[in-house]
């Protein structure tokens, strides 16, 4: 079984500003760790993700996120966030045994950026 | 190259209406995803292909949910007598094997009057 949480469904920082995502997640099997954004009336992009490996992770538009197994955190952050930021963001889990890769998706994080 | 495309983008049905979504993925792809987006959630599963053999259907909410890819690429989500509940946007996502990466379709955007 696998499940997301994300604290926080609405995020409001300045532009410029540090952000910060968060995502807590469980499984029963070795979790493969995702973040993606999605634009208004767009379908998901892919923004970065934890197979194995290095547990710092770096995706596009100078987003990274830290795979924390002892607290189950998977924790998206960006030193400046940019007017283009502001969009949905959703973690998802899926695990090494289920099937082929079946995601199962946190409700959300809107992030808003200030002037 | 050509991303995973849905159609109709948009679709307003009346209850009881049968729907039918369709799902282009990218070509050579073998695995292909459904989800369901609730306002306001996040995508939840509703079933699974390899090729075209469907390997999970446990997210289906109601035998009225009905999906089939019977040549292995185009895939339709079917719905029959529509209810308001259903009103949602259904997203489609194709991987390679065995990558880990899905790509997403932009989704179709069902309302049930």
């Known amino acids: 079984a696998q499940s997301v949480t994300q604290l926080g469904s609405h995020v409001s920082v300045s532009e410029g500003a540090l952000v910060l995502l968060r995502c807590n997640y469980s499984?029963?099997?070795?979790?493969?760790l995702f973040w993606y954004v999605q634009y208004p009336n767009q379908g998901l992009q892919l923004l970065l993700k934890y197979t194995t490996g290095a547990t710092l992770v770096k995706g596009i538009n100078g987003f990274e996120a830290e795979f924390k197994k002892s607290e189950t955190s998977f924790h998206l952050t960006k030193p400046s966030a940019h007017m283009s930021d502001a969009a949905e963001y959703f973690c998802?889990?899926?695990?090494?045994?289920?099937?082929?890769?079946?995601?199962?998706f946190g409700d959300g994080t809107t992030l808003t950026v200030k002037p | 190259g050509a991303g995973v495309s849905q159609s109709p983008r948009y679709k307003v049905a009346k209850r009881g209406q049968d729907v039918a979504l369709r799902c282009d993925p990218i070509?050579?792809?073998?695995?292909l995803f459904w989800y369901q987006q609730a306002l306001g959630q996040g995508p939840e599963f509703l079933t699974y292909f390899q090729n075209e053999a469907q390997l999970d259907k446990s997210g289906l909410p109601s035998d009225r949910f009905f999906a089939e890819r019977p040549e292995g690429s185009v895939s339709t989500l079917k719905i029959q007598r529509t209810q308001q509940e259903d009103s949602a946007v259904y997203l489609c996502?194709?991987?390679?094997?065995?990558?880990?990466?899905?790509?997403f379709g932009p989704g179709t955007r069902l309302t049930v009057l």
């Open positions: 499984s029963s099997v070795p979790p493969y």
């Open positions: 996502a194709s991987k390679d094997s065995p990558a880990y990466t899905q790509y």
């Open positions: 070509s050579g792809h073998v695995s």
């Open positions: 998802a889990v899926s695990g090494l045994n289920t099937n082929a890769g079946k995601s199962t």
